[in-house]
């Protein structure tokens, strides 16, 4: 039966219930999955990809290689001012961008856990190098800490033994303690700019970022007990490849341990 279509005030005589220009529009299943990127997005993206035209990822292997795609450094997974921030975005060619997409997948979840809603209260983060003395400091501050190493010694990881499954058991502890409100300083390295900008720009924490000149650090590894040492040394090389530093007017706290 032809009948007026449905949409109140259109004149038009229909089989059905609308005509072709009120029927909703259906969305395919890869449309329900593509996520929402907003109306800004389209001009950012293209105003990064100008700044930014070759791969970053390649540029640090010593290639060169034009970059067709934008990527959230930090996994913004819904939260805007991730999927915003001028920080938080890298050029990447679609290699390295499926790469980094499928690593996300592992472990983003972990490295960057989101916090309550509402937050149980100011968070304060000390990170910094090995042996820059983060515990030491954070103990100075006074407050309940949460620290990975503690953590991953209370499961029974030692210096020759820390396998990858007791990394992922520490850090759900970890971020267990930050979301139920059991702790307010968390002890971290944090070498990247992108991670400290993580813990502020989404946990609102006041960053603490200890410093102190690499023959000050490598001195006082040596102090330390074979196994340690060795643990240690690795972790600084590891630190020194990942370090960027602050940008974008960065809200962090640089405090110099040289002489502590």
């Not at 389209?42 to 700044?51: D, V």
């Amino acid at each position: 039966m032809r009948r007026p279509c449905a949409r109140q005030g259109c004149p038009e005589i229909v089989e059905g219930t609308y005509c072709e220009e009120h029927e909703p529009k259906t969305q395919t299943p890869d449309q329900l999955l593509r996520p929402n990127y907003g109306s800004r997005w389209p001009k950012l993206r293209a105003a990064h990809l100008k700044r930014e035209p070759l791969c970053r990822l390649c540029e640090m292997r010593g290639h060169v290689t034009p970059a067709q795609d934008v990527d959230h450094v930090v996994p913004w997974r819904g939260n805007h001012t991730l999927l915003l921030a001028a920080w938080n975005l890298q050029s990447l060619c679609r290699r390295c961008h499926a790469r980094k997409t499928a690593s996300d997948a592992r472990t983003a979840g972990l490295r960057y856990p989101n916090p309550p809603r509402p937050l149980h209260g100011p968070l304060r983060v000390v990170c910094g190098p090995p042996a820059v003395g983060k515990t030491t400091y954070a103990r100075q501050l006074g407050g309940r800490i949460v620290d990975l190493d503690d953590i991953l010694r209370s499961l029974g990881a030692t210096a020759r033994m820390v396998t990858s499954e007791l990394i992922r058991d520490a850090m759900t502890i970890r971020n267990g303690r930050l979301q139920q409100g059991s702790a307010d300083i968390l002890v971290a390295m944090l070498p990247g700019q992108h991670e400290r900008r993580f813990w502020s720009e989404v946990w609102g924490a006041e960053v603490h970022r200890l410093t102190a000149p690499d023959p000050v650090l490598r001195a006082r590894i040596m102090q330390r007990p074979d196994a340690r040492r060795e643990q240690s040394l690795d972790a600084l090389r590891r630190w020194s490849r990942q370090w960027t530093p602050d940008r974008f007017d960065a809200p962090v706290v640089v405090v110099s341990t040289a002489t502590g």
